[in-house]
Nanobody, 114 residues
Framework: QVQLVESGGGLVQSGGSLRLSCAAS????????LHWLRQAPGKGLEWLSG??????YYADSVKGRFSISRDNTKNTLYLQMNSLKPEDTALYYC?????????WGQGTQVTVSS
């Protein structure tokens, strides 16, 4: 079955960096659309970035600060986050969509202190 397991979250000061990882299994990773999303306390789900075999894509809110990458040999998706701000505090998820179904991990918490 499809599994996505995020890691790498934590507490960081404003201006700091974190790299999130998402270990995937149960599907053909190299050809999959993969995404990072987040949900801040009391807010809705926000799409941040996506990658497929063609390219990478970013929301305006993170463009220039966050960088998505993938290692198809390790079936792992990454999100490098730089210049973090308190408003980046959220639960971060990786996700993929296969056929008509969407799959999510359990999330990893990122907290940015001011």
């Amino acid at each position: 079955q499809v599994q996505l397991v995020e890691s790498g979250g934590g507490l960081v000061q404003s201006g700091g960096s974190l790299r999130l990882s998402c270990a995937a299994s149960g599907f053909t990773f190299s050809s999959a659309w993969l995404h990072w999303l987040r949900q801040a306390p009391g807010k809705g789900l926000e799409w941040l970035s996506g990658t497929n075999s063609v390219g990478t894509y970013y929301a305006d809110s993170v463009k220039g600060r966050f960088s998505i990458s993938r290692d198809n040999t390790k079936n792992t998706l990454y999100l490098q986050m730089n210049s973090l701000k308190p408003e980046d505090t959220a639960l971060y998820y990786c996700a993929t969509n296969i056929a008509t179904a969407n799959y999510w991990g359990q999330g990893t918490q990122v907290t940015v202190s001011s």
